[in-house]
C-alpha cells in the first residue's frame, strides 16, 4: 500500500502527474516501477515468481531471437571457403574433430529432452527449438571439416554416423531447474573447447601440433563458440532468475549438478576415453580448465561466492515484512551473492525493455522486474 504523508512527499505523486502529459506509458509505467518498494518473497506465492521467470524467459527469447537472426545467421555449407581447407592435419586433430562432430551428432536428442521437460514454458521451449537448429549446424559443420580434411572418406562418415544415432542420449535430470544448470556448466565447457581448437588451428598449439595451422579451422571453430558464448549467456539469466526468485532450490541443484557433472554423450559416444586423452595432451581441455574456466566462472556469473560455500549451506538470518506488515525472519543463502544477483536481472530487464521500445512491444506487453527482498 502506498504511504502518503501531508507537507511531507513520501511518495512524489505532484511531480510524476504533473509530468504525465509528456511521458509515454511505458515511460511512466517504469518510473513508477523505480519507486515501487521491493516485496518479501513470501508476498509472492510460488505460482506467481514460476509466472515471473516464465514471463522473463519469453523476454529472453525474443531478444535473443533478435541477436541470433542478426548477427549469427551463418551457413555451414555456404560461409566458409572449404577449398581453402588444409588436408595435412596430425591424427591427433582429426581426432578431435571427429570427436566435436560425434557429441554434436546428438543435437535431436538434446533438443526433444528439453523441450519434454520445459514445453509449457513458451519461451524457454521455443528458444530449446532455436537453439537446437544452431546446435544442428555445429554438427554440418564438423561433418564438413571431417569430410575437406580427407582424413574420412565421406563412406566412413556414413558409416560412423549411423553407429552413432543407434543410441540416444537422454537427459541426467528430471527437472527443469538442474537441467538448466546443466546446461549453463556445458556450454561453457563447449565454448572452452572450441576456443583452445581454434588456437591450435593459429598456430599456437604445443609440440607436434604448432604445425596444425589451418585459417578456415580457425574460423569456424571461433564462430561455433560465439554461438556457445550465447547460448552459455542465455542459460546464465535464465539461471539467475532461478537463483534470484527460489535461491535454496537452485543451489541445491547446482551442488547435484558439480558433484556429477559429465559433459553429454559421454557414455554413448564411441571410444570415447580416447577422445577426452586427445583432448587433455593437445591442451584443449582438462581437469583444470574445467575448474578454472567453466566452473570457477561460471560460479562467479551465477553470484555463488565458492564451492567451499556451496556446500556448507549455511544461512544468514534477515528481518522482513510479512503480510501483515510485522517483521518476521528469513533465511538467506550465505553461499549466495544476492546484490550481484538482482543487479544482474537490472541489466538484464534493461536491454530487454531497449528492445521492446526499439520493436513497440513495451506498448502492448512490456517487461518489468519485479523486485523482492531476501
Request: hydrophobic content about 40%; proline content about 5%.
Amino acid at each position: 500500500m502506498w504511504t502518503v504523508s501531508i507537507g511531507f512527499d513520501i511518495f512524489p505523486f505532484t511531480v510524476l502527474f504533473e509530468k504525465r502529459d509528456n511521458m509515454t506509458d511505458r515511460q511512466l509505467t517504469l518510473e513508477l516501477e523505480e519507486h515501487r518498494p521491493p516485496v518479501s518473497p513470501h508476498r509472492l506465492s510460488r505460482q506467481e515468481r514460476e509466472r515471473l521467470i516464465q514471463r522473463s524467459f519469453h523476454s529472453l527469447y525474443r531478444w535473443y531471437t533478435s541477436r541470433s537472426q542478426s548477427t549469427r545467421n551463418w551457413n555451414p555449407d555456404t560461409s566458409f571457403d572449404w577449398s581453402a581447407f588444409h588436408t595435412n592435419h596430425s591424427p591427433e586433430v582429426v581426432r578431435i574433430i571427429e570427436g566435436f562432430y560425434a557429441v554434436e551428432q546428438y543435437a535431436p536428442d538434446y533438443t526433444y529432452e528439453l523441450i519434454r521437460l520445459v514445453r509449457r514454458g513458451y519461451g524457454r521451449s521455443h528458444f530449446t527449438l532455436r537453439w537446437g537448429s544452431e546446435e544442428e549446424k555445429h554438427a554440418d559443420l564438423w561433418r564438413n571439416a571431417l569430410l575437406f580434411s580427407r582424413a574420412r572418406s565421406p563412406e566412413w562418415i556414413e558409416d560412423y554416423t549411423d553407429e552413432l544415432r543407434r543410441s540416444a542420449w537422454t537427459t541426467p535430470w528430471e527437472d527443469p531447474i538442474r537441467t538448466l544448470l546443466y546446461t549453463v556448466l556445458q556450454e561453457r565447457a563447449t565454448q572452452v573447447n572450441y576456443l583452445n581448437l581454434a588456437r591450435i588451428a593459429r598456430g599456437e598449439g604445443k609440440g607436434a601440433l604448432r604445425r596444425d595451422v589451418n585459417p578456415i579451422l580457425a574460423e569456424l571453430s571461433h564462430v561455433i563458440a560465439v554461438d556457445e558464448a550465447a547460448h552459455f549467456n542465455f542459460f546464465l539469466e535464465g539461471a539467475r532468475l532461478y537463483m534470484y526468485y527460489f535461491p535454496e532450490e537452485t543451489l541445491s541443484g547446482l551442488k547435484d549438478v558439480l558433484q556429477s557433472f559429465v559433459m553429454p554423450a559421454a557414455n554413448i559416444v564411441p571410444n570415447y576415453e580416447s577422445f577426452v586423452q586427445v583432448l587433455y595432451d593437445a591442451d584443449v581441455f582438462g581437469k583444470r580448465k574445467y575448474a578454472r574456466d567453466v566452473v570457477k566462472y561460471a560460479l562467479e556469473q551465477l553470484g555463488v561466492k565458492s564451492l567451499k560455500a556451496l556446500d556448507a549451506g549455511v544461512h544468514q538470518s534477515r528481518q522482513v515484512p510479512g503480510e501483515d506488515g510485522a517483521l518476521f525472519e528469513t533465511r538467506v543463502p550465505d553461499a549466495l551473492n544476492m546484490t550481484f544477483v538482482e543487479e544482474s536481472l537490472e541489466r538484464l530487464f534493461g536491454r530487454l525493455q531497449q528492445f521492446e521500445a526499439n520493436t513497440y512491444l513495451d506498448r502492448v506487453s512490456p517487461s518489468t522486474f519485479v523486485r523482492v527482498v531476501w
